[in-house]
């Protein structure tokens, strides 16, 4: 008897991971591509459109030839990088490379809607404050100082959108991607007044339609089967973006559920029963049974470790430093590292594009280990001050990404969050989230919260937490080994 296979996509900033679960959640093949980002100017991060729909669909090629006899593939759901600006012609093609939410080109415009007053209307409007890398700013930044390239524009498009739209035609956004800052909070629909908002009445008519990531968006059509494998007229979903996709994909599918993704950046959401008033970090309606997320980015993150790796420690890889950082006393001695890395500075908890990173506390006794440590520590610091912005108190938080694999990195974040820390066992939560999104979507799970119950397995060695956290007092303890954990390899 032929399994069912939920197969799915998530574009990320660097990868693109097309990966087919079982309706169990069990992996049944992955395939992946590499992605390449273009940085034209000082604070532009662009990326060809058309490069990673071509790498999307050879993954996807790829992933159909990989899988096992007796599955019977049932649908696609989508996922990627979030924000950014995705522009498509009338016609439907690329109206430029893709401008991407690392982007900071709009941050003096921020800064001029923060004089004005238009800031708060915005916020007013859909509940939070938008970042430089979103697309209404770069569509306002691209009209003053690009006009031609604006004016090629007929539809706007998220990364995941876009990917949809290649192998349907259908164009749509999702309520994650439309929250900040077009959808009106109390209603939860489309605003186009935005646009009078900021000045640009000529975007009222770039928005594609909205709709659910619960909802199919179309089907593959014979050109797009013909070039990723897929079967012609198989359902596709554009679920919300990789954030809430990989907070699903942790486990984290009810009110209260905390997730933080030690990645490139670093990403702490929590989901609540609907939009709360005042909440810090940007507030996103998932669209799905009325619940909301509310996440703070930051763009801290494993580049630091890299950094450190090659600058710092001088090793070949990133799993290299633990044992160098694990030599250090607990505090560094002292030395305190702020991990603003990005050229784009930081954009949570707080957002200052300027902001760079250094070491403090240095003297002549500090060496190698101390600084590597600090790295550490500073990060987890970091992680701690995001998390502090949410709109919940938990008391457990699930850890993704690259990071999630170094278990110093993992018991620092129990230390400094005073909480216990849980690795899921999946490789992709960001692909298993959607795939959960699409088993709702097509009648597979009654509830997001039963798709994860499911699919969703966590480690069996949780991070737990010491009488006294690193934060407060030093009293760090180490884990025992957890053979769940693999090395972090950036």
Sequence with gaps: ???????????????????????????????????????????????????VRDRTFDALQELAGRLPAETDPVGVGLTGQGDGLWAVTPGGDPAGNAILWSDSRAAPLLEEWEAD????????????????????????????????????????????????????????IDHSEA?????????????????????????????????????????????AAGATGL????????????????????????????????GTSLTHQVLTDGPRAEAAGIGMALGIEGLWTYAVGSNAGTPSLEWAADTVADVADVADLEPLARRAPVGSDGVLYHPYLSTAGERGPFVDPDARAQFLGLGPDHD?????????????????????????????????????????????????????????????????????VLGVALGEYDSLAAGVDRTVTDTHCPYSVPVTCLAVSGGYRACSDNPQVRPFTA
Aim: glycine share 12%.
């Design 368 to 436: 190698t280990e101390h600084l590597v440590r600090a790295v550490y520590e500073g990060l987890s610091l970091a992680v701690r001050d995001c998390v502090e912005h949410l709109p919940a108190d938990t008391q457990s938080v699930a850890a993704t990404g690259g990071g999630a694999r170094s278990g110093l990195w993992c018991q620092l974040l129990a230390d400094c969050l005073d909480r216990t820390v849980v690795v899921p066992t999946d490789s992709e939560p960001g692909a298993k989230g959607v795939a959960v």
């Design 179 to 223: 929250t900040v800052p077009y959808l009106d909070s109390s209603t939860g629909r489309v605003d186009r007044g935005i646009f009078e908002t900021v000045g640009l009445p000529e975007g009222r008519d770039l928005l594609p339609a909205l709709t659910a990531p619960t909802e199919v968006v179309g089907e593959v059509t014979p050109e």
């Design 117 to 172: 007053g238009t800031l708060d209307a915005i916020v007013e409007q859909c509940g939070s404050a938008p970042y430089p890398g979103m697309s209404l700013p770069l569509l306002v930044w691209l009209a003053r100082n690009e006009p031609g390239r604006f004016d090629r524009i007929g539809t706007v498009l998220s990364c995941k959108d876009w990917l949809a739209h290649e192998l349907t035609g259908a164009a749509s």
């Design 1 to 51: 008897m032929a399994r069912d296979a939920l197969l799915t996509v998530d574009a990320g900033t660097s990868t693109i991971k097309a990966v087919a679960f079982d309706a169990d959640g069990a992996e049944l093949a992955t395939a992946r591509r590499e992605t390449e980002t273009r940085r034209p100017e000082q604070g532009h991060s662009e990326q060809d459109m058309a490069a």
């Design 231 to 262: 079967d012609e007229g198989l359902p596709v979903i554009s679920g919300p973006f990789d954030v809430p996709a990989a907070g699903i994909g942790s486990g984290t599918a009810t009110p209260g559920g905390c997730s933080v993704t030690l």
